[in-house]
């Protein structure tokens, strides 16, 4: 029994040198990112169950409008970062739907540029993101990471009030290039 017992425990020793050696020399270094990785990954899932999407203001109405994301304007090579159509006339009830037709993009409303009383909307980057419109007025929008390089656009909801935040709107100041932007949309719509 105490030689097989000792002999047992080299045969083990040396199965765990060998195991050492080799998990030094080949999995050691690809191994041990995996797993934090897939660690960081399970830490990431578990807070982000996704929320149940907000109520409608008021009832969608049935139209949507589609607005593009592109990183590069496709009917313009110079044109970088842009919401296509930029400027949108809309109803109360429609709906706004913003593509991500080009990766790193989203849409977030500006709160200064929102309707009294209208709560907006925040996309997620690369994600898909729509809102129904809930009263008359002017509504400006941003990608939150292209803001200041412009990527910017406009909805004018038409109706009873509509210009009721337009001076407000306008007024607001915004980082880089949006202002500019905002200027140019504005004086496309005519107002
Ligand atoms: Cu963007």
């Known amino acids: 029994m105490k030689r097989n017992y000792l002999?047992?425990?080299?045969?083990?020793?040396?199965?765990?040198?060998l195991a050492a050696c080799g998990g030094g020399r080949t999995d050691g270094t690809d191994a041990a990112p995996a797993?934090?990785?897939?660690?960081a990954a399970d830490e990431a899932a578990a807070p982000a169950e996704p929320a149940a999407p907000a109520a409608?203001?008021?009832?969608a109405n049935g139209t949507v409008i589609d607005i593009n994301m592109y990183t590069r304007d496709p009917d313009e090579s110079s044109g970088m970062q842009v919401f296509k159509p930029r400027l949108v006339t809309a109803k109360v009830g429609d709906t706004v739907r913003f593509i991500p037709t080009d990766p790193t993009h989203?849409?977030?409303s500006i709160a200064s540029m929102l309707p009294e009383g209208a709560a907006g909307w925040e996309?997620?980057?690369n994600k898909e993101v729509s809102y129904v419109l809930p009263k008359p007025g002017i509504y400006g929008y941003q990608c939150v990471p292209h803001y200041a390089a412009?990527?910017?656009?406009?909805?004018i909801v038409e109706g009873e009030g509509m210009e009721a935040n337009l001076e407000a709107a306008k007024a607001a100041s915004h980082p880089g290039l949006a202002g500019r932007k905002f200027e140019e949309i504005f004086a496309e719509?005519?107002?």
């Open 150 to 155: 412009g990527m910017v656009g406009l909805i």
């Open 35 to 39: 797993e934090a990785t897939t660690e």
């Open 7 to 17: 002999m047992g425990t080299a045969a083990i020793a040396g199965l765990l040198t």
């Open 189 to 191: 719509a005519g107002i």
């Open 106 to 108: 989203q849409s977030s």
């Open 56 to 59: 409608p203001e008021v009832e």
């Open 123 to 125: 996309g997620e980057i």
